[in-house]
Nanobody
Framework: QVHLVESGGGRVEPGGSLTLSCVAS????????MAWYRQVPGKERDIVAS???????GYVGAVKGRFAISRDIATNTVYLQMNDLTSEDTGIYFC?????????WGQGLQDTVSA
């Protein structure tokens, strides 16, 4: 089984930036999709960004133009660059790997945006 280890969470002031990293314990298959989810207080965990092995990216509308997902195939790493952060971005961020309906999750990182 694959293990996902996240790093880079923390506290940032409104308007600031933060980069999250997720390292997989093995290379990802060609058909395996990587994604970032987040869970904000009082809401369900929801996807915010995704990327395929071929580099096709998708974003939820709330983060378009502010967040950027990328992937380094050689190091089995996926990143989430978050810019122009607001308090509404506060939550726990989870790295995810999926293939044929099977999901694997990272441990989760707290991202707090406050003055």
């Amino acid at each position: 089984q694959v293990h996902l280890v996240e790093s880079g969470g923390g506290r940032v002031e409104p308007g600031g930036s933060l980069t999250l990293s997720c390292v997989a314990s093995r290379p990802l298959a060609t058909s395996e999709q990587m994604a970032w989810y987040r869970q904000v207080p009082g809401k369900e965990r929801d996807i915010v960004a995704s990327i395929t092995h071929d580099g096709i990216k998708g974003y939820v509308g709330a983060v378009k133009g502010r967040f950027a997902i990328s992937r380094d195939i050689a190091t089995n790493t996926v990143y989430l660059q978050m810019n122009d952060l607001t308090s509404e971005d506060t939550g726990i961020y989870f790295c995810n790997a999926s293939i044929e309906g099977q999901f694997t999750w990272g441990q989760g990182l707290q991202d707090t945006v406050s003055a």
